[in-house]
C-alpha cells in the first residue's frame, strides 16, 4: 500500500478529471480513432478507483462485511449476507475463492461503474458534447462513486438504460432496473422516471415558473410540515429516526449557494438560449425535469437524509442538464458565453471544494498493488 500526501492526492484528483476530459475531446473530434480515446478515458477514469486502498467511507465499512462473504466456504451461504442486493455476495465470494483477495471485488465494481458512465456520455453525444458531459461527471460526482461504490453501479446501469425510455422501449428499461437493484434495491425508485420522464409526450416546456419556483417553494413547505409528523403516536417512533434537526444556519452553507448559483444561470440559460431548438424535444423535457427534481430533492434532504440517497438518480440526469448548459453559445449582447461560465465556474469550484476538504473520505489518496 502507498500513501500519497494531500498537496500529490490533489494534483491526481484534478489531472484525472482534465486528463479524462481531454481524451474525451479527442474521441469526439478525431472520430476514426474514438474507440481508442474512448477505452483511454475508462483508463483514465477507472484505474485510481480500481486500485484505491481504504479510499471511501463505504469501502472501509465494507471490510468486515465482505471479509465475512469472502470466508464462507459455499456462494449459497455467501448470499445469505445479501439476500436483498446478491450480485454484493456474487462479486466478493468470487474475488475471495478465485484472487484470494476481497478487494477485487472493489476493482469489478469500480470498473463496471467507470465503464458505463464513460459510455454513456458518449452513447448520449447527440444531445451533449460527451467531453462537457465527461468533465461535468468527473467535477461533479465521480469521487462520490469512491464512496457509495454499490448504488453508484445501480445508477450507472439506470443511466445506461435511460436511452430506452427516449426510445419508448420500456421493457429494456425495465431490465436495466432489475439488473440495478440487484446492486442496491434504491434503484427501484427509478421506476418513477418510467412515468415522469415520458409524461411530457411532445416535450412542451412550462414555463420556468412552473417548472423551478412551484417545486422549490412545495419542498420548503413540506419540509416545514415534515416535523410534525414527530407528534403523531403511531408513526413518532420511527420518525424520529429518519428526521434530521436543522437550523438557517446548517442551511446556508457554500454547498447551497453554489445550488443557488447554478439555478438561478439555469434559468437564465433557458429562457435566453437558442441552442435547444435543434434538440430532440423529448430529451430536451427529460433533462429539464432532471435538473428541477434533483434542487427538489437537495431541498427536502436537509430534513430528510435519506431523500439524498433516492435523488441521486436524479443527479446524473442533471449534471447531462448542466453540461448542455455549457454547450450553448453566446445569450447575451455582450456575446459572453454565460452558459459556459456559469456551468463550468460550478463545476469547478465544486470539485475544488470536494478535493481540498476530502469529501466522501477521498483524502489522502492511497492504493494497493495486486
Not at 479524462?20 to 484505474?47: D, N, P
Not at 436524479?314 to 454565460?338: D, G, Q
Amino acid at each position: 500500500m502507498i500513501e500519497l500526501n494531500q498537496t500529490a492526492s490533489i494534483l491526481l484528483y484534478i489531472n484525472i478529471v482534465l486528463l479524462g476530459t481531454f481524451s474525451m475531446y479527442f474521441a469526439y473530434r478525431y472520430h476514426f480513432m474514438s474507440k481508442v480515446f474512448i477505452i483511454a478515458t475508462i483508463c483514465i477514469f477507472a484505474i485510481p478507483a480500481m486500485f484505491r486502498y481504504d479510499v471511501g467511507i463505504d469501502y472501509v465499512q465494507y471490510i468486515p462485511v465482505v471479509k465475512l462473504i469472502g470466508n464462507n466456504s459455499s456462494l449459497s451461504r455467501a448470499l445469505m449476507f445479501t439476500y436483498k442486493e446478491p450480485t454484493l455476495g456474487v462479486i466478493f465470494y468470487y474475488a475471495s475463492s478465485i484472487f484470494k483477495n476481497i478487494r477485487v471485488g472493489f476493482s469489478v465494481y469500480a470498473l463496471a461503474t467507470q465503464f458505463l458512465f464513460i459510455l454513456s456520455c458518449w452513447k448520449y453525444r447527440k444531445i451533449v458534447k460527451p467531453y462537457i458531459s465527461v468533465f461535468m461527471y468527473g467535477c461533479l460526482y465521480y469521487y462520490e462513486t469512491y464512496n457509495t461504490f454499490r448504488q453508484a453501479l445501480a445508477i450507472a446501469i439506470v443511466i445506461w438504460g435511460l436511452e430506452y425510455i427516449f426510445k419508448k422501449k420500456y421493457a429494456q428499461y425495465l431490465i436495466c432496473v432489475a439488473i440495478a437493484t440487484s446492486f442496491h434495491y434504491s434503484a427501484l425508485i427509478s421506476l418513477v422516471l418510467l412515468f415522469y420522464f415520458n409524461s411530457s409526450k411532445n416535450g412542451k416546456q412550462k414555463t420556468v415558473f412552473k417548472s423551478y419556483v412551484v417545486p422549490t417553494v412545495c419542498a420548503l413547505f413540506i419540509t416545514q410540515l415534515i416535523p410534525l409528523v414527530q407528534y403523531i403516536p403511531i408513526v413518532s417512533v420511527y420518525a424520529k429516526n429518519y428526521i434530521r434537526e436543522y437550523s438557517f444556519t446548517s442551511i446556508f452553507t457554500a454547498g447551497t449557494i453554489l445550488e443557488v448559483y447554478i439555478t438561478l444561470g439555469y434559468i437564465y440559460y433557458r429562457r435566453k438560449s437558442k441552442v435547444l431548438k435543434t434538440i430532440n424535444t423529448v430529451q430536451e423535457a427529460v433533462l429539464d425535469k432532471a435538473f428541477y427534481c434533483h434542487e427538489l430533492f437537495y431541498v427536502l434532504g436537509f430534513l430528510l437524509g435519506d431523500v439524498q440517497r433516492i435523488g441521486e438518480y436524479f443527479f446524473v440526469p442533471y449534471i447531462f442538464s448542466v453540461a448542455l448548459m455549457c454547450s450553448t453559445n453566446s445569450i447575451n449582447r455582450w456575446k459572453v458565453p454565460a452558459g459556459k461560465l456559469i456551468g463550468f465556474s460550478y463545476a469547478a469550484l465544486i470539485l475544488l471544494s470536494q478535493v481540498v476538504q476530502g469529501y466522501f473520505g477521498i483524502m489522502p489518496y492511497k492504493f494497493w498493488m495486486p
